[in-house]
């Protein structure tokens, strides 16, 4: 866990800002005072090639959208965090998986980031194995919804999903860090659910 204890006036006051604007953009995604359409870089320029495009027919419906596996390794590993992000009726599915080619640092403290890899060993995976849940989106309301909740910090990358159960990996997406990998803002650190479900979760996801 990254050490607070540490942190600059300066980090520790953006990482309270970054803290109540997601609980303020949740509010809103929840109540519908912030429509998911509503960001200017959504969709044109901030859906990466790896996002599902949505594309509207003459009853401004969307078509061609092919429903698409997202891997989440931080909050949206909360079944009720995702409900209300992805605006959900029913408990979302949520599988063990995991991803290699990447690794994680923390960003203001508390938000994990994955970058990949710079290595090539075939034998380095396992080292760089980041655990998480898999959940498959089926609109593109949902998709974007995550797209919101993540911020324009991350982008769409793919990945390989590993299961827990054996077989086969499969496609997925995953949302990595998208501005200077060197960035002061980023620290050694991982991200740990249960901590975050009992410091954070509760003032800002009430059940």
């Known amino acids: 866990m990254t050490d607070f204890g540490r942190l600059s006036h300066q980090q520790w006051t953006e990482r309270q800002q970054g803290l109540e604007d997601k609980r303020r953009l949740v509010e809103g995604m ?3 005072r912030i429509p998911v359409y509503a960001e200017p870089e959504l969709p044109s320029t901030r859906t990466t ?8 027919d003459n009853d401004g419906k969307q078509d061609d ?8 390794y931080g909050s949206l590993m909360d079944p009720q965090v995702l409900m209300a992000v992805a605006k959900l009726d029913n408990q979302p599915d949520l599988q063990d998986v995991w991803v290699e080619g990447f690794e994680m640092k923390m960003w203001g403290g508390m938000y994990p980031v994955l970058l990949p890899t710079k290595t090539t060993d075939n034998n380095s995976g396992a080292s760089h194995r980041i655990k998480g849940k ?7 309301d949902q998709c974007l919804r995550l797209h919101r909740y993540e911020t324009s910090a991350y982008e769409a990358a793919d990945c390989r999903l590993y299961h827990s159960g054996g077989g ?3 496609k997925g997406l995953v949302f990595v860090w998208a501005r200077d990998p060197a960035s002061d803002q980023l620290a050694e ?3 740990d659910l249960e901590h975050w479900q009992k410091t954070y979760k509760p003032s800002r996801f009430p059940v």
């Open 30 to 32: 929840r109540s519908g």
């Open 49 to 56: 090639p790896n996002m599902p495009i949505p594309r509207d």
């Open 189 to 191: 650190g991982a991200f």
């Open 134 to 140: 898999a959940w498959r989106a089926t609109t593109m």
């Open 168 to 170: 086969e990996p499969t």
């Open 65 to 72: 959208f092919e429903p698409c596996t997202f891997f989440f």
